[in-house]
C-alpha cells in the first residue's frame, strides 16, 4: 500500500529556514498538501496542489514535489510556527497522511 | 465565515454504537465532498471515511470498513458518521473536514473536533 515517510522532528533557530521532506514512491505524480497542527488545535491547510497557499497564509510557507519527496519550507520561522507538520496526498481513492514532523523553534 | 461543528462524541463501552454529526454553515455543502479524519491521543492523522457531494459515492479506510457508515443531508448541512460495533483502537478525535472541489482535492476546512473514548 502506498505510505508517505516523514521525519519525527525538525528543529530551527529563530529566523533560519526550516525544511520538511515527505518520500513516497513517485510522490511527484501526485497532488501533495501539507497541514499544520498546534497543540490542543486542529489542523489547518498551508499548501495544496504541491505549492498553492490558501487565503491567509504566509508567503514565508511554499511547497515543491518532484520524484519521491516532497518539500515543505518555511522562510523565517517564528517561534508561532512551532507545530506539527504533516503531508497528505491520494492514492486512487484512498487518502494517506504522512506520521508528521514536529517542528521545534529553538 | 466557513464553519464545521462536530458533536455526538463520548465513552461507550467496546461493541456498542456512537453517531457523530458535524454540521457546516457558511459554504454551500452540498457543492463539496466531506471526510472524517480522526487522531489518536499522541498520534497521527488518518483519513477513516469520505462522501461526495451528493452523497453517491462513499470510501472508508480498511480499519473501520464495514463498521462505520458516512452519510449526509444536504437539507440540513449535516455530515453523519455511524459507528458501530466500536473497539478500544477506535478511541480518537474525530474531526469532520470539507474537501477542495479541484484536482486532487485537500482539506480546505476543518472543525474543532469531537473526542471519542471506548473503554470497558
Known amino acids: 500500500s502506498f505510505e508517505l515517510t516523514q521525519p519525527p522532528s525538525e528543529s530551527v533557530s529563530p529566523g533560519q529556514t526550516a525544511t520538511f521532506t515527505c518520500s513516497g514512491e513517485?510522490?511527484?505524480?501526485?497532488?501533495v498538501a501539507w497541514y499544520q497542527q498546534k497543540p490542543g488545535q486542529s489542523p489547518i491547510l498551508v499548501i495544496y496542489?504541491?505549492?498553492k497557499r490558501p487565503s491567509g497564509i504566509p508567503e514565508r510557507f511554499s511547497g515543491f514535489n518532484s520524484g519521491d519527496t516532497a518539500t515543505l519550507t518555511i522562510s523565517e520561522t517564528q517561534a508561532v510556527d512551532e507545530a506539527d507538520y504533516y503531508c497528505q496526498a491520494w492514492d486512487s481513492s484512498t487518502v494517506v497522511f504522512g506520521g508528521g514532523t514536529r517542528l521545534t523553534v529553538l | 465565515q466557513m464553519q464545521l461543528v462536530e458533536s455526538g462524541g463520548g465513552v461507550v463501552q467496546p461493541g456498542r454504537s456512537l453517531r457523530l454529526s458535524c454540521a457546516a454553515s457558511?459554504?454551500?455543502?452540498?457543492?463539496?465532498?466531506m471526510r472524517w479524519v480522526r487522531q489518536a491521543p499522541g498520534k497521527g492523522l488518518e483519513c477513516v471515511a469520505l462522501?461526495?457531494?451528493?452523497?453517491?459515492?462513499?470510501y472508508y479506510a480498511d480499519s473501520v470498513k464495514g463498521r462505520f457508515t458516512i452519510s449526509r443531508d444536504n437539507s440540513k448541512n449535516t455530515l453523519f458518521l455511524q459507528m458501530n460495533n466500536l473497539r478500544p483502537e477506535d478511541a480518537a478525535v474525530y474531526y469532520c473536514?470539507?474537501?477542495?472541489?479541484?484536482?486532487?482535492?485537500?482539506?480546505?476546512?476543518w472543525g474543532q473536533g469531537t473526542m471519542v473514548t471506548v473503554s470497558s
Open positions: 457558511g459554504f454551500t455543502f452540498s457543492n463539496y465532498g
Open positions: 496542489q504541491d505549492n
Open positions: 462522501i461526495s457531494n451528493d452523497g453517491d459515492d462513499e
Open positions: 513517485k510522490l511527484g505524480d501526485k497532488y
Open positions: 473536514s470539507k474537501g477542495q472541489n479541484v484536482v486532487g482535492g485537500a482539506f480546505d476546512l
